[in-house]
């Protein structure tokens, strides 16, 4: 895997999930009947609008309350171990970078050109000198 910058980290762990509790609090603190023109729409319009959008938001916070009670060890060993990612890569992606490592190829790309490495036995574009970093 590659590490994030700086710049990404702060913005996915700090910014962006203070930005959205800050609009969703500012709404309520600023909130207002809805009407169109003279005419209110009634309470229960109301309510059933907050339940459906508290349907889809109420999972991600519910999910981390529910991993947080019931996962074994202290609190810092489960938040650890809750914002740690478990990526197992799949068999063809590895199969692709070692062959793109074999033949000198940029590995960065490799899940782009999977299909093709795969149908492609041959290794006749590997040059030793070149992955070696000698001079020709």
């Known amino acids: 895997g590659y590490r994030v910058s700086w710049y990404w980290y702060v913005c996915w762990v700090f910014l962006a999930p203070a930005f959205m509790v800050f609009i969703f609090v500012f ?39 529910y991993y947080l009670l019931s996962t074994k060890g202290s609190w810092s060993e489960v938040l650890r171990q809750g914002v740690t990612p478990v990526i197992k890569p799949r ?18 790309d490799v899940e782009m050109n999977i299909e093709a490495d795969l149908s492609d036995d041959s290794c006749d574009s590997y040059d030793s000198k070149r992955c070696l970093g000698e001079d020709l």
């Open 27 to 65: 709404y309520f603190v600023r909130y207002s009947p809805i009407t169109m023109g003279a005419y209110h729409y009634p309470a229960w319009g109301e309510v059933l609008g907050f339940a459906i959008s508290l349907s889809s938001m109420l999972w991600v916070p519910g999910y981390a309350i």
């Open 91 to 108: 068999k063809e992606a590895v199969m692709a970078e070692e062959k793109a490592r074999l033949t000198c190829q940029d590995v960065r």
